[in-house]
């Protein structure tokens, strides 16, 4: 990615048009918040864009690949009036679901972060595959990023906070004693 300067939310004209039209998009409900992420994040040329060059190109990925292009073509329409999109973007929707199960892993628990490299997009960040840390939090059930991103269903899974020392993450004695936190889904995690 390309570095932009700092203290300005949009660097050329055109910019605020990208965020407006991929708002607009996603409130008709071809994709959900998962599949805009999974497709900004697997970009062939992610690293070659800036920020708004990312979410055009992820735009346009994601209407070409919901068919809205074919005739014919009528996404839902909803209105959302301009006075009304800074609260309901503040708002967002709901993330949290009911358990259906107890959480497998309580605080305190050690466990071992999966080290398989998927084939589909995952919020598993590769510094961490692997590695062996320490639950320090239970988040509850949410939606679970894998399968939604990829038109799966919502598959509600725990979300825990795993603690890592600085030394497993980066395999060196560090200058300081430090954690490295991560929130990492049930089916991310093993018995350690």
Known sequence: MIPEPEGELFHAPWEPRVMALTLAM????????DM??????????YR????????????????ADSGALQEPATPPLRVLRAELVAATLARGSPFTRAPSRPARFAVGDRVRMRADQPTHHTRLPGYARGKIGVVTRLHGVHVFPDTNASGQGECPQWLYTIAFEERELWGEEPAQRSTVSVDAFEPYLDPF
């Open 48 to 63: 070659s864009l800036s920020y708004y060059e990312i979410w055009l190109a992820a735009l346009e990925k994601l209407v």
């Open 26 to 33: 996603g409130a008709t409900g071809l994709w959900n918040i």
């Open 36 to 45: 805009s992420r999974a497709a900004r994040e697997t970009l062939a040329h």
